[in-house]
């Protein structure tokens, strides 16, 4: 091994034996292979590896695995200069410093991310690794909470602008607890800009000591009062809490129920009354069978593996969870085969699904996916979503009628579920739904809706002309003096005039497709339809749920709510609003 190691070098080959002129090897001498020094070798390599880290720190990290230098270290020796070590250790710019701290600012910010984070040696030596500057040291925790402050400042300043720029702003409005106890409300804005994009952000989450209705009316008075858009809130969306709705009831604006939330509440009803109960508990039993017990959950990972399957745990479903009812049954089908085998080879007492039972589950499968589908379609921020409710629901009602072939448990849950979702559909706010399908250049010939019903949706479209028209005039100033004797009367009859012309222009358009956005479409004809504009910016930008909301309180999940518990309620409001205001930034 000895003998070995000598003929190849010292140190993996980066430093040879000096020979003599015989041939022979010098083995008291040792040449580096980068810079030709030499050095006298008395079976102990430390000053060798000392010599590596001082001069050809590029090797030293290295020297003492099995690799031998590559060519590039052979032929291009890099060697630390003095400069380089003086770049080191010199201290950094201070342009470059703060750069450096904005930048951790912001991370925390956007990821809500502890403060302490700065106090971690970890991310200390990461910085002066990228960096190369080995004096870097981070910010203070107070450094740090400073540059969140002015960062938030200057985001609220930019969504002012926004806001006062706006000429109609929708709100939606949610509670939420923390791990603390502490009670807040979360209020996010919806507008179409002057570019016809749809802005959505938070506007606050406010800790509240009340949640009763005139608290929560007040509270959403304040916030509007905040951001000074008092006159322009058109409309509140909340999910179907009493205390929201009788809130909603003294605020002066329209009310829009969250759609998704009576979805999901219609799904509730079915699935008790239409005869699942019993194999949704057989469901949840074995689920639970092996999520709680990592001997089982292992060997159903083997037969998954051995059938050919992806190895993944089972679903269990959650009642507040939206959806997660039909995640657990299209696992259980997809895992139908491995999970037989599972316990085909232990010891239970289980009441394992029959072949019937996997067959209903299927059924439910198909009865489940598409209120799925319509849940998250309806939940997005980033698009259209208030003039899709009624072409969904349309879609949903014709998925849930009664066919020949549907079993007995099946009836049953279509009948529930449709005259449930009819209930909660006729207390929704179905003026400004129809007004909005009717302004989305995609479902104007508003065939979700019966012919009966249509041309009153015109005539109520005709009725908000005539209104933003009276209020236009009340807000011009009046003109001067001089013009006083022009014909006024004519005037206004002309101007109604055209508003019915534009509506009738608009009404004989062609249909988009399905793919084209709305607002792309107003962006292109804003011009030849002024006075329709205001309308579908105000109409088109309400959201048709309060998810937006929501999403405030689950912007990184279980971790983000721990994290909250040791918060104090005053910054949570500046932490949860930035995180927002950057991610969708």
């Not at 179409?192 to 005139?214: G, K």
Request: hydrophobic share 35%; proline share 4%.
């Amino acid at each position: 091994m000895e003998q070995s190691s000598k003929r190849s070098g010292l140190l993996n080959g980066r430093f040879i034996f000096k020979k003599f002129s015989d041939g022979s090897l010098d083995k008291r001498t040792v040449i580096c292979i980068y810079c030709q020094a030499e050095f006298q070798y008395h079976r102990s390599t430390s000053s060798l590896q000392y010599h590596l880290r001082a001069k050809h720190a590029f090797a030293s990290s290295s020297c003492t695995t099995d690799n031998p230098p590559t060519a590039n270290e052979s032929i291009q020796p890099q060697q630390s200069t003095l400069a380089e070590y003086q770049d080191r250790y010199k201290p950094m710019d201070q342009t470059k410093y703060n750069t450096l701290t904005n930048a951790i600012a912001k991370w925390i910010a956007m990821d809500c991310r502890p403060l302490n984070i700065v106090n971690d040696r970890g991310l200390r030596d990461v910085i002066q690794i990228a960096s190369s500057n080995q004096l870097y040291t981070l910010p203070s925790e107070g450094t740090i909470a400073s540059r969140i402050h002015d960062l938030y400042n200057n985001e609220k300043t930019t969504k002012l602008e926004l806001l006062k720029n706006a000429l109609a702003v929708a709100l939606t409005g949610d509670h939420w607890t923390s791990l603390s106890n502490h009670s807040y409300l979360g209020v996010t804005a919806h507008l179409i800009d002057a570019s016809w994009t749809l802005q959505s952000f938070a506007l606050t989450v406010m800790h509240t000591e009340e949640r009763h209705a005139e608290s929560c009316a007040e509270c959403f008075l304040d916030v509007a009062k905040e951001w000074n858009i008092q006159e322009k809130v058109t409309t509140i969306s909340t999910d179907t809490a009493h205390n929201m709705i009788a809130a909603d009831s003294r605020l002066p604006f329209e009310h829009m129920t969250c759609i998704a939330h009576s979805l999901q509440r219609s799904i509730t009803v079915a699935l008790s009354d239409g005869g699942f109960e019993n194999i949704l508990e057989k469901c949840r039993k074995l689920v639970g069978h092996f999520k709680h017990n990592p001997i089982n959950n292992t060997e159903l990972g083997i037969q998954q593996a051995a059938k050919g399957q992806k190895e993944e745990p089972l679903v269990q479903d959650i009642s507040t969870r939206w959806n997660s009812t039909l995640g657990m049954v299209q696992h259980l089908l997809c895992n139908k085969a491995a999970i037989t085998a599972t316990l085909a080879l232990q010891k239970q007492k289980l009441s394992v699904p029959t072949g019937k039972d996997f067959e209903k589950l299927q059924k439910l499968e198909t009865l489940l996916e598409p209120c799925r589908f319509v849940t998250e379609l309806l939940g997005g921020e980033l698009y259209v979503s208030c003039s899709v409710v009624l072409p969904a629901f349309c879609h949903i009602f014709s998925v849930m009628e009664v066919s020949d072939d549907d079993p007995e448990y099946v009836i049953q849950f279509k009948n529930t579920f449709t005259a449930d979702l009819i209930k909660h559909k006729e207390g929704t706010n179905m003026r400004f739904l129809k007004i909005a399908t009717a302004l989305d250049p995609r479902f104007k010939h508003l065939k979700c809706l019966p012919k009966s019903e249509r041309d009153e949706v015109w005539n109520m479209m005709s009725e908000v002309l005539k209104e933003q028209h009276s209020n236009a005039e009340t807000t011009e100033p009046e003109p001067p003096k001089k013009k006083m004797n022009l014909p006024l009367v004519a005037d206004d009859e002309n101007e109604c005039a055209s508003i019915y012309t534009a509506l009738d222009r608009y009404r004989a358009e062609p249909v988009i497709s399905m793919e084209t956005c709305p607002l792309e479409w107003w962006s292109k004809h804003e011009g030849a339809y002024k006075c329709l504009a205001y309308v579908a910016r105000k109409y088109l930008a309400t959201p048709a749920t309060a998810v937006p909301c929501e999403r405030l309180f689950s912007l990184s999940g279980d971790i983000v709510n721990k994290k909250w518990a040791a918060l104090a309620p005053v910054n949570v409001n500046k932490l949860v609003c930035l995180s927002d205001w950057l991610n969708k930034k």
